[in-house]
């Protein structure tokens, strides 16, 4: 998820509609691998409770951390909201970079950047 939010923050100079455009269907790609991606996420929600109901039932003594990860649900939770929020601003701000420059507004370089 850090990947992700990292390319959405990303500037792009952009010079023409034609990579404006581009940036969009790449935007639009990405977008389209969301619902999978939502999907993981809840399967790795769903493992964790399967393990808290476990823990719960058979009384495990949960001492110590996992030595396989540090990261829990609530940060998988907010890294998820952060990514869908970016990518929800990186979308408004494309369209504004779309109809700017098919307005003639900026003609010369236009940035479209996402944060």
Known sequence: ????????????????????????????????????????????LGIHNEIAKIVATYHVNMAGTNPYTTINPQDINAKWDKVWDRQHAQGINTKCMEQGVGQGVGQGVGQATHS
């Open 1 to 44: 998820m850090e990947g992700a939010m990292e390319d959405l923050q990303d500037t792009f100079i952009v010079h023409t509609i034609e990579e404006i455009q581009g940036l969009s269907t790449a935007h639009e790609q990405f977008k389209a691998t969301l619902p999978e991606a939502d999907k993981e996420r809840g399967a790795i």
